[in-house]
């Protein structure tokens, strides 16, 4: 339990309410109140400097003295960039937030721009960094020509635009700011590694931070829903870090269930999720972020081969064991980092990355290495595919239908895209894993059950029979298809399996990605009108900020589970390519 006392300022929000900026290196969740409720410094898996969304210290707030307020806000289009506004009962009052890009990796800029809408704005602003997890409070902390300077840990501070604020009793800074009406004010705070002397010009790093926000996301307008499609590019740009790598989430031990015990640490990059995002991409152009996951996922092949790790930290490291904070961690949930799963066998991680190549073959965009790296998972999937895996839910080794239907999908794409001595190979390969497949794991019924062992509705499997595993007119698609929508979907929503006798949603919320890949498998059939309906309805599932968790409890309306959740962005972004790219071909 935390020895840092816990108060109403310091109470946590629904996780619909949260607002992420973020610069590719880490990201920030703001609040509703204006607090920067998460932030890890220096790098996504580091500890935290503010960390007031598991019950720990530090905070960076900016909100109205007048605690009369609503709240809202927006991002603006096609970026990370959030825009807070409170309505008080006289004053509206703005606080435009960005994490400055482009980024470094041992440094990272917060800019905070305060505006005065209607009427005079009375602002208070409070600032206490706290690194890793709330160990190190500020030190050192002196102020010369505008510019305040402390330590935490081994962190070194800058802060500009408070030069006559005061420290607090608790620690920390604390000023009131007042504005005219029309006026706005600049704060901006660097958190980094090693003592800096660039410059904090507010204006300057506004005008970069805004080119490269125009340059990193396309305009989309060739898609079913353009605005949801720029925001999700927007969010898995934000998680993806230079070297390529794209954290899941930005946020770890956020409960998917109260008191349930799965909360994990998802700030590490998932080869699958990386897949998923540059296969995405990869559906509506040859972006950038196409190129990034295609070197990230290469390099680890190439560095591991069949050792392949199902996830590794953005730099390509293992991940760290798990561990407990000293935290009251979010309701219902606890305060664990680290990821135990950066030690299984996942075998659906191969066909997904040879999926992945093969998009990129499709826009002339697989380098020699990444071909290399190709032709070394499909000489994993030839060597292992027999093996019983974790698979995508990261449960115990069994022989799960999904993972080899993968490996079918990932081994016919790369015969398909990638013209070698080899591809017959492969294609044979993708046959003779179908041909067991089958024998072992097609229900007598017809549809394609879990696992060799298992009869039961598995909504992961709508994926690889989405991306061709079995023709579109073959019944097992149907069929399965068919029993998820019976078994596994109520209200519009769909689940991943079912938790022994339990209700649906008693046991987890309805899953985000499985409803977008139950729209792509309706899409694939020619079912166009429902593949939009179960689209629009998964859409529907994201807070006020836009943002999608993993999971969406129902009954309630509120997300579950850690934020955001890159790969609910990706396959938005892929079923808003696919179903736009078509209505335009047929018009």
């Not at 935390?2 to 996780?15: A, C, E, G, I, K």
């Not at 000489?379 to 093996?387: G, N, Y």
């Not at 239908?401 to 294609?427: F, K, M, N, Q």
Request: charged content about 25%.
């Amino acid at each position: 339990m935390s020895s840092h006392p816990v108060n109403d300022t310091d109470s946590p929000f629904v996780l619909r309410d949260y607002a992420l900026v973020a610069d590719g290196e880490r990201g920030a969740l703001i609040d509703p109140r204006g607090q920067i409720a998460w932030l890890c410094a220096p790098a996504w898996h580091s500890g935290a400097v503010f960390s007031s969304l598991l019950g720990g210290p530090g905070h960076y707030r900016v909100r109205p003295a007048d605690p009369w307020n609503v709240w809202g806000g927006y991002y603006e289009d096609g970026t990370l960039v959030r825009v807070s506004r409170w309505v008080t009962a006289d004053r509206i009052i703005s606080c435009r937030d960005a994490l400055a890009v482009p980024a470094e990796t041992g440094r990272v800029v917060l800019l905070r721009q305060i505006r005065a809408v209607r009427g005079e704005a009375l602002v208070d602003v409070d600032l206490d960094v706290r690194g890793d997890y709330g160990h190190h409070p500020m030190t050192d902390l002196h102020e010369g020509g505008g510019t305040w300077r402390a330590r935490t840990g081994p962190l070194h501070l800058r802060f500009t635009g408070a030069g006559h604020a005061h420290p607090a009793p608790d620690g920390g800074l604390h000023t009131r700011l007042r504005l005219p009406e029309g006026g706005s004010h600049d704060l901006v705070l660097e958190i980094a590694t090693e003592p800096q002397d660039a410059s904090l010009d507010a204006r300057a790093l506004w005008n970069a931070t805004e080119r490269w926000w125009n340059s990193a996301v396309p305009d989309c307008a060739d898609t079913a829903a353009p605005r949801d499609t720029r925001t999700a590019y927007a969010v898995l740009n934000g998680l993806t870090s230079t070297t390529g790598g794209m954290v899941a989430a930005a946020t770890t031990s956020l409960p998917e269930r109260a008191d349930t015990g799965r909360d994990y640490d998802y700030r590490y990059a998932w080869v699958r999720d990386q897949c998923y995002a540059g296969i995405a991409v990869a559906a509506h152009g040859p972006h950038p972020l196409l190129d990034q996951a295609v070197r990230f996922v290469a390099d680890r092949i190439l560095e591991d081969g069949t050792d392949l790790r199902p996830a590794y930290t953005v730099n390509g490291e293992p991940l760290p064991a798990e561990r407990d904070l000293p935290l009251v961690g979010y309701p219902g949930g606890s305060d664990r980092t680290g990821n135990r799963a950066g030690r299984q066998f996942q075998l659906d991680v191969f066909g997904e990355a040879l999926q992945l190549f093969a998009a990129a073959a499709r826009h002339d965009s697989l380098d020699a290495r990444a071909a290399k790296a190709a032709a070394t998972a499909a000489d994993a999937v030839a060597q292992q595919w027999t093996r019983p895996d974790a698979g995508l839910w990261e449960l115990e080794s069994r022989w799960w239908t999904h993972s080899r239907l993968a490996c079918v999908v990932g081994l016919r794409d790369l015969a398909r895209e990638v013209r070698t001595s080899a591809s017959e190979d492969w294609s044979r390969l993708a046959e003779h894993i179908l041909d067991a497949t089958r024998s072992r794991c097609l229900h007598p019924d017809g549809h394609w059950q879990r696992a060799a062992d298992d009869t039961g509705p598995e909504a992961a499997l709508l994926l690889p029979l989405a991306r061709g595993a079995v023709p579109p007119a073959d019944p097992s698609f149907a069929l399965t298809r068919a029993e998820v929508m019976h078994r596994l979907a109520e209200d519009g929503y769909v689940y991943r399996f079912r938790h022994g006798d339990e209700q649906l949603g008693d046991a987890e919320g309805a899953f985000l990605l499985c409803g977008f890949t139950m729209a792509l498998a309706a899409h694939a059939q020619g079912l166009e009108t429902e593949a939009v309906r179960w689209f629009e309805r998964t859409r529907s599932a994201c807070g006020p900020t836009g943002l999608f968790a993993e999971e969406y409890d129902v009954s309630q309306r509120q997300l579950r589970g850690n934020l955001p959740q890159g790969f609910v962005h990706a396959l938005l972004l892929e079923c808003s390519a696919r179903f736009g790219s078509d209505t335009a071909a047929g018009q």
